[in-house]
């Protein structure tokens, strides 16, 4: 007869496809039955954090929820800094977890309801006579409102027999968010004449665009208003033309590129938090700039929106091309409602505005090209060390064109922004940044490469989160194989931290880190490593692209880069820190 957790993991199976996990105590029912009576795929990893790093890099590289498991107690708490990310970033996951018995606490139980709540996760705990039904309402509040759930199974009740498993329903996800009233309508009214009259329309979109399935009709948006584009760094690749688009907006983005934004009159952007790193500390669009905002969230996020519409990305891009088709918006004294935006910024990327009856769209008259160039780097920094901006180029030439790239947080996470190609944001994520974690890199590689297993997964990493991850380097290598790659930036210190607080004259000491080897690291559990320390070294990584996957390595590249060459974005920070 099913027991409990056979009831769990039989009704989870019918909604994902993935678990991730170290089995203990108190889950080892719940992985027996997803083993021997589901079709479900479960893969180890070696510490609990790293369970449900996995599957939120699953989720973002696929779109499908997966699951994390875990025992309880140490199990549990090891999942409380990245399950923090998973809430932060709007990640849906399941994360199934022993919990303490029925009768109350033994010594080593904690609360753990209490734990989750704390860093935004709801727990669900399941009993005999409800497990397949709380298990579908723990998997639809985590897909409602994006969000990781915790579904406990008592230490006494795992084992119990629970009878047939009853049919459950499926999950039901709300309709896409529409505008509604008559404000809302309004304001796309508003927005729609504001795009029609521009002289120079900027449109911006971010990862919620992409889980709404924006692209289609913001590539229609930008065609009909002629408008230049860009993107967050996590939705990068967001827009389907590429020959109008800047590129990452923020920090990451070229100085050229940065400098056009600055030039908009009107932009609208879809999707994207805002956050202070994409608004570059508040200076990403000029004064005059009128800046519209559409996004799920309650209210603007930024104070320099002037006009916001709580609605779905995808339909109200629809709404707005709908609209622009509507000849009464060509109307010339729709222009009038850009007055306020003639204080935008000239750049030296824009031609001179001609008469309006034969203006040239703007995105026609700047050399894009230009303004997205990056700067080349040297094959030596002065301290004869390698330069990662020539190393983050030369890899980009190197890499396999299918390929998923994940990244850890740290300085270095500008080189692969700013220098590696993204064509989809599913094929760019940064787990931890929301949270503004690190070591979470080895992990995203086990679940991106369950995600798209046909797919190059490229880890790019630091050595201070290489470290913190390294018990999960073994299944990063074990799970991708030869469709797995390690770039690790390794400057011998937290980079960020020596840029931030050395250069105030802070003690240095405990910002340093010893000269790891992480080529031997590698080597210790299977994969090839390199140590590249000049541009030549760089070479194998041509020879290995071009070898069959099913018969190389997981490749680990160890960069020994330059600490002194500081990136833009993290320029950008002290300058706000300093």
């Not at 190393?391 to 850890?408: G, H, K, N, Q, Y």
């Not at 760019?428 to 929301?434: E, I, K, L, N, P």
Request: net charge negative; with cysteine; hydrophobic share 45%.
């Amino acid at each position: 007869m099913p027991t409990v957790s056979a009831h769990v993991a039989l009704t989870l199976a019918q909604h994902i496809d993935h678990v991730f996990g170290v089995m203990g105590n108190g889950n080892a029912y719940f992985l027996d039955a997803i083993e021997t009576q589901t079709d479900a795929v479960f893969t180890a990893v070696r510490h609990e954090q790293g369970a449900v790093v996995a599957a939120d890099a699953h989720f973002r590289a696929s779109g499908r929820i997966a699951a994390a498991t875990a025992t309880y107690g140490a199990g549990f708490t090891n999942t409380l800094t990245s399950l923090a990310e998973a809430v932060q970033a709007h990640v849906p996951l399941v994360l199934v977890v022993g919990d303490e018995p029925t009768s109350g606490p033994r010594p080593w139980d904690v609360d753990q309801i209490a734990l989750a709540s704390a860093v935004g996760a709801r727990t669900y705990t399941t009993g005999r006579a409800d497990a397949a039904a709380t298990t579908v309402i723990a998997i639809e509040h985590a897909l409602t409102y994006r969000v990781p759930v915790v579904l406990a199974i008592p230490y006494d009740v795992a084992a119990l027999e629970a009878g047939p498993v009853p049919a459950s329903p499926e999950p039901r996800v709300p309709a896409p968010l529409s505008p509604k009233g008559e404000f809302a309508d309004g304001m796309l009214d508003e927005i729609a004449a504001a795009l029609a009259g521009a002289e120079r329309p900027f449109l911006l979109a971010g990862r919620g665009a992409w889980l709404a399935g924006a692209s289609e009709a913001l590539g229609e948006l930008a065609e009909t208003t002629g408008a230049l584009t860009a993107s967050s760094a996590l939705g990068r690749g967001v827009f389907p033309d590429t020959r109008y688009d800047l590129g990452v907006a923020g920090g990451f983005g070229a100085d050229g590129a940065m400098a056009l934004v600055r030039e908009a009159d009107v932009a609208v952007v879809f999707g994207a938090s805002l956050n202070q790193f994409t608004m570059r500390f508040g200076e990403l669009f000029a004064p005059g700039t009128r800046v519209f905002q559409i996004d799920v969230a309650p209210a603007a996020t930024h104070p320099h929106v002037g006009g916001f519409v709580r609605a779905d990305a995808r339909v109200a891009a629809q709404a707005l091309v709908a609209r622009l088709a509507d000849p009464s918006l060509r109307l010339a004294d729709a222009r009038s409602v850009q007055a306020t935006g003639s204080g935008a910024q000239k750049s030296e990327w824009v031609a001179e505005p001609v008469e309006a009856s034969q203006r040239t769209p703007w995105r026609e008259t700047v050399d894009i090209a230009a303004a997205r160039t990056y700067p080349e780097g040297d094959a030596l920094a002065p301290d004869g060390r390698l330069d990662p901006r020539s190393a983050a180029r030369r890899i980009a030439e190197l890499l396999p064109e299918d390929r998923v790239v994940v990244s850890d947080g740290g300085h270095f996470i500008g080189w692969a922004n700013m220098y590696w190609p993204v064509a989809a944001p599913d094929r760019m994520m940064m787990v931890g940044t929301a949270f503004q974690s690190i070591g979470q890199g080895w992990p995203s590689v086990v679940g991106a490469t369950r995600a798209r297993p046909e797919s190059t997964v490229v880890l790019t990493s630091g050595d201070g989160g290489g470290l913190m991850a390294i018990p999960d380097l073994e299944s990063a290598v074990r799970a991708a194989g030869g469709r797995g790659c390690a770039v690790v930036w390794n400057d011998a210190a937290y980079g960020a931290e020596v840029n931030l607080y050395g250069l105030k004259g802070l003690a240095e000491g405990p910002m340093m880190i010893p000269q790891v080897d992480f080529a031997a690291f590698g080597e210790a559990v299977g994969a090839e490593g390199v140590v590249v320390r000049t541009l030549d070294d760089l070479e194998r990584l041509a020879s290995w692209a071009a070898e069959d996957p099913a018969s190389r390595r997981f490749l680990v590249l160890d960069l020994r880069i330059s600490g002194r060459v500081i990136a833009p974005y993290q320029q950008e920070i002290i300058r706000v820190n300093s």
